[in-house]
Structure formats: structure tokens, C-alpha cells
């Protein structure tokens, strides 16, 4: 009655790979900003696009994508050509972004990595 699932099937898979394509396309653009002029406001363009597919389909995007663009602008967040990043904060330090283009500040917690976490090198 059902559609047949196999295992290696991953639903809206199309969805996803438009979406890795849009992100490509945009942090390649985010790149290109000093060469042509529009790159930027095509790089806004897609980040919006993958954004609204994400959102349309109720799909969740990773938190380093969602970490990378600006919820405001929807401007790549590239470190020193669209935004700085300073580390905040003496008893509970935060990683404090703050867009170029807007003015927008985003602020997440910065955890420590714990010893037994790390690869042990030989």
C-alpha cells in the first residue's frame, strides 16, 4: 500500500541538495565581493532562497549554516570581510558576531573542550 523505503533513501533529498548548492553558490560569491560588485547582494539572494526551502519544507539546517548567516540580512558571515567576531564575557564566556552590513549582533555560548573529548596524538 505504502511507498517502498530502503535503507540509503533520505527524504527530500532534492531539497537538500539545492540547498548545499546554495549555500556553495553563496559563500563562493561572499568570496568573489571585491571582484563584482553585485556578488553580495546575490549571496544575500541565495542565502534567503536556502532559508525559505528550509523553512517550506520544515527541514533543519546544521548550526555551523545557520551560525554563518545573518538572521537580519541574511549576509554570509564571513570573519573580517563581512563581520567581527570577539570573544566576551569573565565568568560565562560568549562568542559575541557582529554583522558588517547591519549591525547585527548574534551571541553564543563558547564551551571548553573537555580533556577525555580530544584526540589523544602519538
Excluded: W
Excluded at 10 to 25: C, G, K, S
Excluded at 28 to 38: D, G, I, K, R
Excluded at 55 to 62: A, G, H, I, K
Excluded at 82 to 89: A, D, I, L, P, T
Amino acid at each position: 500500500m505504502g511507498k517502498n523505503k530502503s535503507k540509503g533513501s533520505l527524504p527530500h533529498r532534492e531539497a537538500y541538495l539545492r540547498m548545499n548548492f546554495l549555500h556553495q553558490a553563496s559563500n563562493f560569491m561572499t568570496s568573489e565581493c571585491s571582484q563584482v560588485p553585485e556578488a553580495r547582494e546575490l549571496s544575500r539572494h541565495y542565502n534567503s532562497v536556502m532559508k525559505t526551502v528550509a523553512r517550506r519544507l520544515v527541514l533543519r539546517l546544521d548550526c555551523s549554516i545557520k551560525r554563518g548567516i545573518c538572521k537580519a540580512c541574511h549576509t554570509s558571515l564571513a570573519t573580517g570581510d563581512c563581520s567581527s567576531v570577539r570573544v566576551q564575557g569573565k565568568r560565562r564566556t560568549h562568542v559575541v558576531v557582529t554583522c558588517k552590513t547591519c549591525g547585527a549582533i548574534r551571541r553564543y555560548r563558547a564551551t571548553l573542550e573537555k580533556a577525555s573529548d580530544r584526540p589523544v596524538s602519538t
